[in-house]
């Protein structure tokens, strides 16, 4: 079994097809069956289940994916370590930062590397938690900063702030003399939430099971802009971090913190076990928790650090 072998492997498994594949690799397809075979040959079990529109992983097939991959990534950072710069850190990173917080640490992040390490090289990508922990499940990012990481299997946490929850809204469901919102209260306003799925929805939905309540939920929304627009039309309020809403939407509506009980959430940075972050992933890492902690002392960021 060859690095190349895993390699040829590893793109048929993600074109879905080895004529496709060929192409992408520039190899000609009867060689790239050859490679195939004779992995399937030394795994003694077949990786691929051949059809008409083209091939599927078998069970096999799929835990080998992944272990090839993290294997491939490994060769990767071993060239980036050997020849890491003289005059400081180089190589690639893939990051994915929920939506939530990305508006606010993209450019100081990218700035503050830029100093540190010129040669450097950050990927980022942007999502809703599960879409962050599937990245990182499927070893496209080396990092990911993303809530509720306690509990996903098999990643290291490094905890950096906890959030609470407000409901946001306008004066026609929300008194805007108040500072507070009981979570009883909820159950009589209409509410735009992400789907079930999301971590978000999840804590809102478990608090009311608990305190035998029904939201009403009358709106599924994934994306925070239209959330957001949703909102300040007045066709309903959201329960979310203080921090999901830049300073300028927040000016236009009436915030109030949700209280009996207080809603919290914990952002940490993740990264998967047996995926061993380079000293470039390091920088990236101790970088954003510097950053996070400097905002939140200076009032940019509404959390406590932990």
């Not at 097939?61 to 980036?80: K, V």
């Not at 306003?189 to 978000?200: F, K, Q, S, V």
């Not at 009403?216 to 949703?230: C, D, I, M, T, W």
């Not at 950053?291 to 932990?306: K, M, P, S």
Request: with cysteine; aromatic share 4%.
């Amino acid at each position: 079994m060859t690095p190349r072998q895993l390699k040829y492997f590893v793109a048929i498994a993600r074109c879905g097809s080895i004529t496709t594949a060929a192409s992408h690799l520039h190899v000609a397809q009867p060689s790239l069956s050859q490679h195939i075979a004779a992995l399937e040959e030394e795994l003694g079990v077949p990786v691929f289940e051949r059809h008409a529109r083209g091939v599927t992983l078998t069970p096999e097939g799929q835990r080998l994916l992944e272990r090839a991959t993290s294997l491939l990534r490994q060769f990767d950072r071993l060239r980036d370590d050997v020849r890491q710069a003289p005059d400081g850190i180089e190589g690639n990173i893939n990051l994915c930062l929920v939506g939530s917080i990305a508006p606010l640490l993209t450019v100081p992040l990218f700035r503050r590397l830029a100093e540190l390490a010129p040669r450097l090289t950050l990927n980022l990508s942007t999502g809703i938690s599960r879409e962050a922990h599937a990245l990182v499940e499927a070893r496209r990012v080396d990092i990911a900063l993303m809530p509720t990481a306690f509990e996903l299997p098999r990643l290291e946490v490094l905890p950096l702030f906890e959030e609470r929850f407000h409901v946001f809204g306008t004066s026609q469901w929300l008194d805007d003399a108040a500072s507070t919102l009981r979570f009883v209260e909820l159950a009589g306003i209409p509410l735009a939430t992400p789907d079930r799925d999301h971590d978000l929805r999840k804590i809102l939905e478990r608090t009311a099971l608990t305190q035998g309540l029904s939201l009403n939920v009358r709106y599924e929304l994934n994306n925070a802009e239209v959330l957001s627009s949703v909102v300040s039309a007045g066709l309903a309020c959201a329960v979310m971090p203080h921090n999901t809403f830049s300073a300028t939407v927040r000016e236009r509506l009436v915030v109030r913190e949700v209280v009996e009980p207080r809603l919290t959430r914990t952002q940490s940075l993740v990264w998967l076990t047996d995926h061993p972050l380079t000293p470039a992933g390091e920088l990236v890492r101790n970088t954003l928790a510097h950053l996070t902690h400097q905002f939140i002392d200076d009032g940019t960021l509404q959390a406590r650090r932990l």
